[in-house]
């Protein structure tokens, strides 16, 4: 069967311009440079990475809220790009998205109900008042809060209300963008339930965006890490989670904090050197390269390393995965360089960049 949602390929490129009166292009940002996933339905699928490294814009692309260089998204079997005007209308009911911040997203002048009851006309589903208590019960919010307005609640609140107006149209997939980031830690773990509550009651696709690992390691049943544009591993959760094999994925997690005070105390701390290059200029070959502990003379950084199957449904982007996962080759201290943008992503072995003031470490 197919998956809910298959991407293929997908990139996204900004250009650059320069110029005032004439507008020329001197390059382009790789937001999204050649990402592959398969969602299948009723499952969540959460994409991590960096600021900045093109997160939001794939979630954009697969709604076709930003439209793509290059590559296909299909969602149920059809061709998203291929639609448009009616058919594309209704097909967009069938995905939603939550935003990170939802008092900018919500609109301060309309009550909850009345921002309700337009979604659910829009695409000319039935509106009772029934619908509207019960999409309230849903979200965990008293009903009288249909005569409300968004500066009334707080942001918890906020955001059971910005996933009430994406369920109100009775979506497929939704498409939840940092949700919980703005959000006070304790009240965090309460939307998060919320939204895995709804998913198992409404048989929800998701995909969960966020930069914090923690985030996603509960809701997600495969996890995609994204450095750069590009998915660098992708596995079920808790193997991904447990055995991490990509270096980037390791330098991640091994900043999260364990709640078992042993596996605290043996934490090793994996500080990565250096900021994350530019997506106009990413570093040639291995994008990774330029920050990684365990680059090797061999292959970093004259071949760019391909998503493969390591382990059971378990992908990594990495030439020297095998190694590092089995001890045979060890971390060693980095020298930060940056990247030469003039040998851009697809020139030939990079020329190392000047060192840059940053400290080395690998640490505890
Ligand atoms: N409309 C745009 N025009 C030009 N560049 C853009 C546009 N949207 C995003 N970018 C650039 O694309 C890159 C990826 O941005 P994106 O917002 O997708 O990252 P992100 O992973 O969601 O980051 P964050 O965690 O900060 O939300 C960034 O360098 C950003 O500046
Ligand atoms: S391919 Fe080389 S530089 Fe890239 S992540 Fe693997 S070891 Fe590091
Ligand atoms: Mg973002």
């Known amino acids: 069967m197919n998956a809910l949602l298959e991407v293929d390929d997908l990139e996204v490129h900004f250009p650059i311009t320069q110029g005032v009166l004439v507008s020329r292009t001197v390059g382009h940002v790789r937001a999204v440079d050649g990402v592959s996933l398969r969602i299948p ?22 709604l076709k809220l930003t439209a793509p260089t290059a ?6 079997g059809t061709d998203v790009a291929s639609l448009s005007g009616e058919p594309l209308r209704r097909m967009r009911r069938r995905f939603q998205m939550v935003f990170q911040d939802p008092l900018s997203s919500l ?17 000319g589903l039935p509106i009772t008042a029934e619908r509207l208590r019960g999409l309230m019960g849903a979200v965990g919010l008293p009903e009288a809060a249909l005569n409300r307005y968004p500066h009334e609640f707080s942001g918890g609140q906020r955001q059971r209300i910005g996933i009430a107006r994406a369920l109100c149209v009775e979506p497929d997939l939704v498409v939840a963008d940092e949700p ?3 959000l006070d830690v304790s009240v965090q773990a309460q939307v998060l339930n919320l939204l895995r509550a709804l998913q198992r009651e409404l048989g929800l696709t998701y995909l969960v965006i966020a930069h914090d690992l923690a985030v996603v390691r509960h809701v997600s049943d495969r996890v995609g890490v994204m450095y750069l544009g590009s998915i660098v591993e992708e596995g079920p959760a808790a193997d991904l989670y447990a055995r991490p094999l990509h270096p980037y994925t390791r330098a991640l997690l091994s900043a999260v904090p364990q709640p078992d005070p042993a596996a605290e105390d043996a934490r090793e701390r994996i500080l990565l050197t250096g900021d994350l290059p530019s997506p106009a200029a990413p570093p040639p070959r291995c994008r990774f390269h330029t920050r990684c502990p365990w680059r090797q003379a061999d292959r ?47 020139a030939g072995p990079d020329v190392p960049g000047p060192a840059l003031s940053v400290t080395d470490a690998i640490g505890r």
């Open 41 to 62: 339905r009723g499952e969540t699928y959460g994409l991590v990475g960096e600021s900045g490294c093109g997160k939001s814009t794939l979630g954009r692309a697969v």
């Open 71 to 76: 590559g296909s998204v299909r969602f149920d």
């Open 107 to 123: 609109d301060p002048r309309q009550s909850v109900g009345s921002m309700l009851r337009e979604g659910m006309a829009a695409h």
């Open 180 to 182: 919980v980031s703005a």
């Open 300 to 346: 970093c950084d004259t071949e760019r390393p391909v998503l493969r199957e390591i382990g059971p449904g378990h992908r990594v982007a990495c030439h020297h995965a095998e190694a590092i996962r089995d001890g045979r080759i060890a971390a060693h201290e980095v020298t930060p360089q940056a990247a030469d943008p003039a040998t851009g992503p697809d």
